[in-house]
């Protein structure tokens, strides 16, 4: 058992250390040795954990709870995981910021981006769509919106609160998808 709990307090260590160096110089800008340095871990202990600097990148927004599905609304809701992630986004501030934001790595915006359009879909297949070239352009959109709305406010652009970021959300997309679902 206490192995487990040094192998995730060495995780650990090492993803802070890039969240850190991201927030001050960029993702492209730091370098394995940088991470190394900052978490104060060997350099044969970093790779035991992880292969390179992206490895650690991915494994921080793999383990963010605010891409994975949540409860959604009420009956007919559409996009109930909308306001749980804007508030989730809120209480992880930093990490998001270094994750998503303008420093942040390319890497982690394409899986953000994959994961929330595999949320979206699944959504809008279970809401009535049919899975088509359509469909994949409709959540190319959905991802689109939300994610703009997520990164304006991540990099201090756009100042609203989660319920705020929401209804503007909701207010963007859901006339159309329901439009094309056929829903009034």
């Not at 307090?9 to 190394?36: F, H, M, N, P, S």
């Not at 009420?74 to 306001?83: H, N, T, V």
């Not at 609203?160 to 998808?177: I, M």
Request: with cysteine; hydrophobic share 45%.
């Amino acid at each position: 058992m206490s192995g487990d709990r040094r192998v995730r307090r060495t995780r650990r260590l090492i993803q802070e250390a890039l969240v850190a160096l991201i927030l001050e110089k960029g993702y492209e800008a730091v370098t394995v040795t940088d991470i190394i340095d900052r978490a104060d871990v060997g350099r044969s202990t970093f790779y035991s954990h992880f292969t390179d600097k992206e490895a650690v990148l991915l494994s921080n927004i793999d383990e963010l709870a605010f891409l994975r599905p949540a409860p959604t609304g009420g009956q007919g809701e559409l996009f109930g995981f909308s306001l749980p992630m804007f508030e989730h986004v809120r209480e992880q501030e930093r990490l998001v910021r270094a994750l998503l934001g303008r420093r942040g790595g390319g890497p982690v915006h394409m899986r953000g981006e994959q994961l929330l359009a595999d949320l979206v879909r699944d959504e809008l297949v279970a809401a009535g769509a049919r899975a088509s070239a359509a469909l994949d352009l409709l959540v190319v959109c959905v991802v689109g919106a939300f994610m703009g709305l997520l990164r304006a406010w991540v990099d201090g652009e756009a100042t609203a609160s989660p319920a705020e970021l929401d209804a503007a959300f909701r207010t963007a997309v859901e006339p159309g998808v329901r439009a094309v679902l056929g829903q009034p």
